[in-house]
């Protein structure tokens, strides 16, 4: 072959492959395409019987849950990595809407602007749900820590205006009281105070309503106490046609431990002992039932199924669904 000839199918060869990738439609390389670095709107919908279930994302935080998970178990890097994660773990805050058809509720209200800009974004994925604040009747709250009540004012104001709070009321005791602020240590305040500025506002225009242990709080939603997290923390209990959805708050943190370690505590709970137990004795239950499970701090949609295995327990994510 000669060196012309050699140049020329080197030459054919080139055009071949850039026109493949259109490069000399405009003469010259495209630029990439920018990336656009936002996520998907934070919601994921599911049918519960006749009611409506609406998870909505108020955003993820950065727990550093080697110094929070407490022993038996040591939580390392090397373990972490074993589920595929490493410290900071990157952790989901779930909210949870239900639409019985004649009511609106809202399970918990993420944090507001108490725990920082990954967080506080109930709001705008509730609207991208296609819900309106102003539409919620009643809202559940499960604890009064300040990922699960932040939520509910802004400066004062009612952020849902007409909605009736409710609460243990072991929990309003504990977190709403002067008494247990003054005494807290210094860094622990802040967790009175974000309860107390959330409630107050629906405290002064007569809209919260606590009530004392289990107590169905509307037809189809039942308040179930599991105290030990915090001293009134309860879960609550969806039933329509048969089918059940436990809403289970804080029992649980971080699936890659607590399920195959349930007996491992977290530094936020008032008492390990007790939410140890209550951990225990809800997730048997639901395990037993097949009933499906909401967790605020499992990886959105925080939806899925348990299996007992022994001593621990398996996560079966929800399949998705397009509702049809
Ligand atoms: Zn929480």
Redesign the pocket.
């Known amino acids: 072959m000669s060196i012309l000839t050699f140049k020329k199918l080197a030459l054919a060869a080139a055009l071949a492959s850039a026109s493949t990738f259109g490069f000399l439609a405009s003469g010259a390389a495209m630029a990439a395409a920018p990336m656009v670095k936002t996520p998907a709107p934070g919601f994921f919908r599911i049918m519960l019987g006749a009611f409506e279930v609406t998870a909505v994302s108020d955003g993820t935080v950065d727990l550093p849950i080697e110094k929070l998970l407490k022993e038996p178990v040591p939580v390392t890097n090397l373990a972490l990595s074993k589920v595929f994660l490493m410290t900071p773990v990157e952790t989901s805050?779930n909210t949870y809407l239900i639409n019985t058809g004649t009511k609106l509720v809202l399970i918990d209200t993420g944090a507001g602007g108490l725990f920082g800009p990954t967080l506080g974004k109930l709001i705008a994925n509730l609207k991208a749900s296609g819900y309106e604040p102003s539409q919620i009747d009643d809202i559940y709250i499960t604890h009064f820590?300040p990922?699960?009540v932040g939520g509910l004012s802004s400066n004062g104001t009612l952020v849902f205006p007409n909605a009736t709070i409710h609460a243990d009321q072991r929990d309003a005791d504990f977190w709403l009281s002067q008494k247990n602020l003054d005494a807290a240590a210094p860094d622990a305040k802040g967790m009175y105070q974000g309860a107390i500025a959330s409630l107050t506002p629906y405290i002064t225009a007569k809209k919260f309503v606590p009530f004392n242990g289990n107590t169905e709080l509307t037809s189809g939603i039942s308040a179930v106490s599991s105290y030990g997290h915090t001293a009134g923390h309860t879960i609550y209990v969806v039933q329509s046609k048969e089918q059940k959805l436990f809403l289970i708050g804080?029992l649980i943190h971080v699936a890659g431990v607590q399920f195959e370690h349930p007996e491992v505590a977290i530094e936020f709970d008032t008492n390990q002992k007790d939410a140890i137990a209550a951990r225990e004795k809800i997730f048997t239950e639901v395990a037993k039932d097949g009933a499906l499970v909401g967790a605020?701090?499992l990886q959105f949609p925080g939806l899925g199924h348990l299996l007992k295995e022994k001593k621990s327990y398996e996560w079966i994510p929800v399949n998705y669904t397009q509702m049809r």
């Open positions: 805050v820590h990922d699960h804080d605020a701090h």
